[in-house]
């Protein structure tokens, strides 16, 4: 196992009704409170009510809007009124768009040119105003990671913006609110889940053993759950579950003792960057043709343990193995209801060459991915996507 630094300081409150510690847990920071969220769905819902009643003896500023795939020019917004209105905590009500906008909020609040900068040069982040998620939908992990993911409508570019400072201070985890979630979203915030899972399990390491059985379980998690939520999106025991998964998927527990540089990801950040489309089914489409695109003699091993302990494929043969648990996990986004071609979420083939540069350049998929890949292979990817 490499070694690994592992500290994740975001307390998380789990469960029915938990909303309710905002009340105090906030009031350690000041009163100052800047409510972020997106285009309307808690006021349907009725989470915004709940929470304004919540926050009574605070005063409370808003930031609604938030756009799926966050823009910079939100981030612009929210840092003004930060600075404007000496806000001195920030309360983030969505989903992975909001909490990583409010996330960029909170250190541009600090920072005294374009929130921008930061992006390109964390460096420049030095401080972040505490931030507090109320989650309604499990898909980022980011209600307890230290990323953010912007993108500049200028620049045609998604990036990351990763720092310790941008921790939450404390999520709301509340199984409850994603019963109101659309199936397409619950079936891309689940795709997101087994994508981030995948990443972590298929990197250059073979000796993480604990990590890896922990992996295969949050998978189970999801192939077993996904379906159950769609079906039943008042299953609490379905919500339950997967939102735990997407908080373990991506807090450095599943790659604690690996290493190394995502593949699918940046693949599909550059099409959500050019097309808008939504990051979940991006990655649902891109997965099975990564996966055969970097099985080989190298990586049959490891996609053949995959599909044994997390499909129960049973095949003596390693690399008939390796292929009936890539045939599954495409059978499973496709029950999902999730795209299974770019045509399907309006992408054809006349940017391939400028995304599949952007995909090189802007990660280290080249360099420290499981299999590297030139522009060139991504761009096969893409054609295999069409
Ligand atoms: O905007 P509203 O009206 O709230 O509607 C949202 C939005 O349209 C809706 N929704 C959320 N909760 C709901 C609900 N509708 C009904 N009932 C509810 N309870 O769902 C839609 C999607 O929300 P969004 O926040 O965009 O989804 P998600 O959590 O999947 O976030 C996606 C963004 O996070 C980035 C993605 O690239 C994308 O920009 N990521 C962030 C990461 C991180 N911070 O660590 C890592 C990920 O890999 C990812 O890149
Ligand atoms: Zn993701």
């Not at 997106?38 to 989470?47: N, R, W, Y």
């Not at 806000?87 to 541009?108: F, M, N, P, Q, Y």
């Not at 500049?152 to 939450?168: C, G, W």
């Amino acid at each position: 196992m490499n070694n690994y630094s592992f500290c994740v300081p975001t307390d998380i409150r789990f469960g029915k009704g938990q909303v309710a510690c905002l009340a105090t847990e906030i009031a350690r920071f000041g009163k100052k409170v800047l409510m972020v969220y997106g285009g309307g769905s808690i006021k349907k819902t009725g989470l915004y009510d709940q929470i304004r009643e919540v926050l009574g003896e605070y005063e409370v500023y808003e930031l609604s809007g938030i756009e799926p795939n966050p823009k910079l020019s939100s981030v612009r917004a929210g840092a003004a009124i930060c600075k404007e209105k000496g806000i001195e905590a920030i309360l983030a009500v969505g989903g992975g768009s909001t909490i990583d906008a409010s996330k960029h909020i909170a250190c541009a609040a600090f920072y005294d040119g374009d929130p921008w900068d930061l992006v390109l040069d964390r460096s420049k982040a030095v401080k972040a105003l505490p931030i507090f998620t109320v989650l309604t939908i499990c898909a980022t992990g980011s209600e307890m990671n230290p990323g953010a993911v912007i993108s500049n409508e200028e620049t045609k570019e998604k990036l990351e913006i990763n720092s310790p400072i941008l921790y939450p201070t404390l999520s709301v985890c509340d199984p409850t609110y994603m019963y109101t979630l659309p199936r397409r979203q619950t079936a891309a915030g689940t795709a997101d889940i087994v994508s981030h899972i995948l990443e972590q399990y298929f990197q250059p390491c073979d000796d993480a053993y604990i990590t890896d059985r922990l992996s295969e379980a949050a998978l189970k998690t999801c192939f077993k759950y996904g379906p159950i939520a769609l079906e039943c999106p008042e299953n609490y025991e379905a919500r339950a579950n997967l939102m735990w998964t997407s908080s373990i998927a991506l807090n450095h527990l599943l790659t604690f003792g690996k290493g190394g540089a995502w593949s699918v990801h940046p693949i599909e950040h550059v099409l959500s960057a050019y097309y808008d489309i939504t990051h979940g089914e991006g990655l649902a489409i891109l997965t099975p043709r990564w996966m055969r695109y970097v099985l080989n003699d190298e990586t049959v091993h490891r996609f053949a343990m995959y599909a044994r302990n997390v499909w129960d494929v049973d095949a003596a043969d390693d690399r008939e193995a390796a292929l009936a648990g890539i045939e599954k996990t495409e059978k499973w986004f496709e029950e999902m209801g999730l795209p299974k071609t770019l045509g399907e979420v309006g992408i054809d083939d006349s940017c391939l060459d400028e995304m599949a540069k952007e995909a090189v350049r802007t990660s280290g998929i080249s360099s420290r991915a499981y299999v590297k890949l030139t522009q060139s292979d991504v761009r096969k990817i893409y054609e295999m996507c069409l």
